[in-house]
DNA sequence: TCGTTCATGTAACGCGTTACATGATTGC
DNA sequence: GCAATCATGTAACGCGTTACATGAACGA
């Protein structure tokens, strides 16, 4: 069955997705062009590339580096597997896009889901968006039961800790907010416009 | 070998320390009254007293509820086990716990660390706290290269993605400012009540 | 008595890393 | 020629979870 519902290979997709590219270059991207990825290691990285040709999402081409002008490969300049993303990896990773289950609002799925949300409908990112700040919200009732149980037996340092992260979590709620409420801008200004914006 | 240096132990090690209990408590303090450490599961947290007991460091005590007036077992009333340090199980912790290295900075072990500097010299918790920082510093700069290089070719949602995470580690760093600043107030008062006070 | 919570445990698996092995290409 | 870095891969292991199994104690 191999659940295989990982983050590597969501971001893996739509970063090829992009634009098609060999494994190395690949990890440096999920490193620092989408900052927010952490350093998978190639240990990782190169199997799931294999599944996922073997999915039939990604195909392999040998051949020269893609962004390298000087085409001309003279014998067989390289070694390096250029991946690109089939049709099937397409449909693929809009499935993967369209869900907006539990699973995309934890951690570390929402940052990935974050950053495709400019291949999204405005639907699916109102959802997950606010999906996300309620799980948020959850966690900060629960912080505020546990510390309203514990505040007193607790040393100075434990409870800057809980504030400290208590304060971190509010001020991501805040950041949805003002996420969500520029989304919500946007749609009312589109509906506006459809309608014929008669009002004025 | 089993390099064991997981949070788990230390965590489990620290709250122990503090008064002994079993398992199952253990697991419910885990998850909020040191209300950062993550949640571990049971399928974690017994194999992992299990090894700290062969280590000698924890040891086993059938018998009732610690927090538990009523004492009397009428026969064997549960089959709780509690777990309390021993005398080594109290060096091995307070040896992890002068330990500066870089491990001390990584995001989950630091947790941790802070949860219990109540237990720490002054002199370790600044040397954590500075790691910490610079660990940070040193991320920041590479999120700040980063941007500059791909700044124009991203989309809005990965750029406001990069630009919250930075925030976000900024501000973390505006935190751990504050601590040392007033740990090394609190020094410098010290040392001076240790003089002898002279100026005033 | 019957469901809930307390309490302990194990086996299989998921998902990733580390350490290792290999070799081409580039720049000095 | 030689070092650095680009580039691809694998095997062993670490550390944790899920799902399962078991049973005592408590409250309605």
């Known amino acids: 069955m191999s659940r295989r519902s990982g983050v590597l290979e969501f971001a893996v997709l739509g970063l090829v997705r992009e634009s098609p590219m060999h ?14 990825f952490r350093a998978f290691s190639y240990g990782s990285l190169y199997p799931c590339l294999k ?6 999402w990604l195909a392999e081409e040998p051949g020269g580096d893609p962004g390298d002008p000087r085409g001309t ?23 993967l896009l369209s869900q ?8 570390e799925h929402f940052g990935v889901r974050f950053a495709f949300f400019g291949q999204t409908s405005r639907d699916v990112r109102m959802r997950v968006l606010e999906g996300r700040r309620s799980r948020l919200e959850e966690r900060l009732a629960k912080m505020r039961a546990s510390m309203a149980r514990t505040r007193e037996k607790l040393d100075a340092y434990t409870l800057e800790l809980q504030r400290h992260g208590m304060e971190s979590v509010e ?15 946007e749609r009312d200004r589109r509906d506006q416009r459809d309608r014929g914006d008669t009002t004025t």
């Open 23 to 36: 494994g190395y270059e690949l990890r440096k991207r999920l490193n620092t062009s989408l900052g927010v």
């Open 51 to 56: 599944t996922l040709v073997q999915q039939g």
């Open 73 to 95: 490969p003279l014998s067989n300049r390289r070694a390096k597997i250029v991946y690109r993303l089939t049709a099937e990896g397409k449909e693929r990773f809009e499935e």
């Open 100 to 107: 907006t289950g539990p699973d995309a609002w934890e951690d």
């Open 171 to 185: 001020r991501e709620v805040r950041w949805l907010n003002e996420l969500i409420e520029s989304e919500r801008e």
